[in-house]
């Protein structure tokens, strides 16, 4: 890196230039901002990378990944060109995906067969029932506190902590998957974050909590390039969603549920099935179709002893004939029961409303916040010829002209910038760079499993590209960066204006600097 200016600023002064920085990357200053009603318009400001096959190789590492690593990067240059390594990756990332994820001794327990999950959440009610009768483990919960705090999984969890424990090795997972590509495919670990996101459950509900692990495993990951019936169907019957949109409570009218009280119709699942998992909200559907899938998909409910966690209870499901958006599921022996529901959640995955809103998501995910019209539609069409093959999906979307169009920019989420990050440095090696990441991902408004409604965080930079945002990134970055290794691979991939402002400042500071730069929000 060349020597420019000696001048080394203490920390607070490089922070505030740095915001002085961000703002003007951002295309204003903090005052102008405020006065924009769209931060965006304002773009031009915003460096460019200088040579078209770097750029080419940072964006495929940063959207098929989380960004680039020194080994990544090695990789990469060793491929003929960006777009041969990206399309690679398809192949590899599917391989990955077919096998267990490798997960340390100590985070195994968010893999273990379902029932042994049931065991330990049921356990820790009935110790923490104990504890409010006074009867048992009074003031047991303190001795782990500090265990806690550090991520430190060395010894069994309290009986008491069992679920608070499952979170916490599910975000400590997450987190290495997303950076350290020797354990997790890099767009594998993309895919799983698409697909756990478009079909979302929160953690923060207490039947959901102890199975968030699992269903990232078992259903985002394992399907993520595979078809989308198969994955629609195995999130519909997972522990997790089961609980999270209360379709484990939906019974027919007047029937005796599963705690012996009188329940009836639950409609929460059946509406966002429609609404957010497949359809869209104009797909053409109406409320009565809400109301019948609803009833179809009666006496499906969560099942503590199977393999699957899933079971069907007839009892439970709603007779007679039904009808969705046109789809007879007449009464009788045959088509009743479970496989009505089977029949109908392949009906939404297949529908063309389903490839179009899907399509639409992904690249918005992958291409630029208000991708093209013509992209969505042969993305669609790629969707309904290959019957819901993600892979020769997300072949098509690497194959065209709009993903390495330079113009379609992206602007990274917070989880993008922390994974990179982490990736660049090689943080999520150490506990402490994991506190600080996962704090970081709170007060940055996108905690890990953390969003309360079923339609998954927004990924555009309206939501996320705000002046204060951008500060918090810098200081997050100054702190992870403090005692990493230098990260001077990064540098052929950043502007000329980038590297001289970092120069200018003291050694110690470049590494954080680097990563907070302008350069490195973007993906």
Known sequence: MPQQNPIALPRRHAMHRMACWLAWAAGTTSKAWAQTDNPLDTQAAIPQQVNAQLAEQWRALSRLGYGASAALVADIQSAPNARAWALRQLDTAHNASQSAPALTAELQDINAPLPEIFEGAQRERQARASIKAGTDLVGKGAASEGMHQRLDFSTSPETQNFNRTMVEKTAVWRLQACSQSELENPLLARM????????????????????????????????????????????????????????????????????????????????????????????????????????????????????????????????????????????????????????????????????????????????????????????????????????????????????????????????????????????????????????????????????????????????????????????????????????????PYFSLATLQTVAAQRAGLRNGLLLASPDFMYK
Not at 359 to 383: C, G, K, N, W, Y
């Open 192 to 491: 799983t974050e698409f697909w756990f996101n478009h079909l979302n459950v929160y953690i923060g509900k207490g039947p959901v909590r102890p199975f968030v692990g699992h269903y990232l495993i078992h259903v985002a990951r394992a399907h993520a390039l595979g078809t989308f019936e198969n994955l629609l169907l195995a999130s519909a019957r997972h522990p997790a969603m089961l609980h999270y949109l209360d379709q484990a409570q939906s019974v027919a009218e007047g029937t005796r549920g599963a705690q012996g009280n009188t329940r009836g119709l639950n409609e929460n699942y059946a509406r966002e099935l429609m609404e957010l998992h497949t359809l869209g909200v104009d797909g053409g559907y109406s409320q009565t179709d809400v109301r019948e899938l609803a009833k179809v998909l009666t006496g499906w409910t969560v099942g503590p002893t199977s393999s699957d966690g899933f079971r069907f209870v007839m009892r439970w499901h709603e007779g007679g004939s039904k009808r969705v958006m046109g789809h007879v599921y007449p009464d009788g022996f045959f088509g009743r029961g479970e496989a009505e529901g089977v029949q109908a959640i392949r009906m939404l995955a297949r529908h063309p409303s389903t490839a179009h809103r899907l399509s639409l998501r992904l690249a918005q995910f992958f291409v630029a916040d208000t991708p093209s019209p013509e992209l969505v539609q042969r993305l669609s069409q790629s969707f309904i010829d290959n019957k819901g093959d993600i892979k020769r999906w997300m072949q098509t979307l690497i194959e065209s002209e709009e993903f390495w169009d330079a113009s379609n920019r992206l602007f990274k989420t917070p989880m993008d910038f922390a994974c990179s990050a982490l990736t660049a440095t090689q943080g999520a090696q150490d506990r402490k760079n994991l506190l600080l990441t996962l704090g970081f991902l709170n007060n940055a408004g996108q905690p890990l499993h953390g969003w309360q409604t079923p339609d998954g965080y927004k990924t555009d930079a309206a939501t996320w590209l705000a002046p204060e945002a951008l500060t918090r990134r810098a200081d997050y970055a100054l702190q992870l960066a403090r005692h990493s290794e230098d990260v001077d691979f990064l540098q």
